[in-house]
């Protein structure tokens, strides 16, 4: 019971003190609409996915992350839409919700830039099951008098192309911080609530010869309440068939990448993930795997980089 609550203390601190109420996943390049509504059919390649993350995998209700999603293409309607429904689980704490997102683009003359303004809905069920706390904690208050607590909230996005090279965006989500509260404490002065998450994400891509694809890219993630999260990568793509990306978390983690396609349609990607400290003196050195199943379909669009 000790290992349990040690670790499950280690990663209750790790969750507030980044203050991050939105699943996490390291391959966030495969499905950038997770992050922007706006990207939502930007490439003009629809797909469907399966993606999983287990972290921490020493400890006791290590966090685990399930997500399905996919992202279609409308160019007849100049437009995009993306759907995720994912489960994420730490402890004795679990998030079941759906994400929805409308992307409209609009495109140049030449078709060389497009600009896209997107929008998102999402729904989730807060979950805490009280049996794994009240061998240890009793019943204490703070657990909450409610098993579990549907919320809503929305968020909006822009996203800029140009020449399938330069990729620019911005997006807030959980834009209207909707209440999430499972207990009534009287007098106090915080309740609990949804916070704004704001992503910055840029990447280019560059022609290294060779049928070889070099992508620079860099996220900022900046929370209500918490430090701002960099992320800085590079991803080297060769013919479209086989990649290798490296991505470094300031002051968190460093990700090491790989990915390849079968018969133009089917992508299959892993990431393992290595955490500083102090986290590795307490994971065993686990770190996070993750594993991405993607299958394309409709008119697949090849790179033509000059």
């Not at 390049?29 to 003009?44: E, F, K």
């Not at 919320?151 to 834009?175: E, P």
């Not at 290798?244 to 990700?255: D, E, G, M, T």
Request: aromatic share 12%; with cysteine; glycine share 8%.
């Amino acid at each position: 019971m000790r290992k349990y609550i040690l670790a499950l203390l280690l990663c209750v601190g790790f969750v507030a003190a980044n203050a991050q109420q939105l699943h996490f996943m390291s391959q966030y390049l495969q499905h950038n609409s997770m992050l922007n509504p706006a990207a939502a059919g930007i490439t003009d390649k629809s797909t469907i996915g399966v993606s999983y993350r287990n972290q921490w995998t020493t400890f006791p209700g290590n966090p685990k992350t399930l997500m399905v999603y996919t992202d279609i293409s409308l160019p007849k309607l100049k437009a995009g839409i993306a759907g995720y429904m994912y489960k994420d689980e730490t402890g004795p704490t679990s998030r079941t919700g759906v994400q929805l997102a409308y992307s409209y683009h609009i495109i140049s003359k030449d078709e060389k830039q497009k600009f896209a303004m997107g929008i998102e809905l999402r729904g989730f069920q807060y979950a805490i099951d009280r049996n794994k706390l009240t061998e240890a904690l009793g019943n204490d208050p703070v657990l909450g008098s409610a098993d579990s607590k549907f919320g809503f909230d929305a968020g909006f996005g822009i996203y800029y192309t140009k020449n399938d090279k330069l990729t620019v965006g911005a997006a807030v989500s959980q834009l209207i911080q909707s209440k999430l509260q499972l207990n009534y404490v009287p007098n106090a002065n915080v309740s609990g609530r949804l916070y704004r998450h704001f992503n910055f994400l840029a990447n280019y891509k560059y022609n290294a010869g060779d049928d070889i694809i070099l992508i620079p890219n860099a996220l900022l993630r900046v929370i209500q309440n918490a430090p701002a999260e960099f992320e800085l990568g590079v991803k080297l793509d060769y013919q479209e068939i086989l990649w290798l990306a490296v991505i470094a978390k300031f002051r968190q983690l460093y990700s090491l990448q790989l990915g390849f396609k079968l018969k133009d349609r089917v992508n299959i990607s892993y990431s393992y993930d290595a955490f500083k400290s102090p986290a590795t003196e307490f994971d065993g050195n686990s770190g996070a795997h993750e594993i991405g199943l993607r299958f394309d379909f409709g008119k697949i669009k090849k790179q033509t980089l000059k």
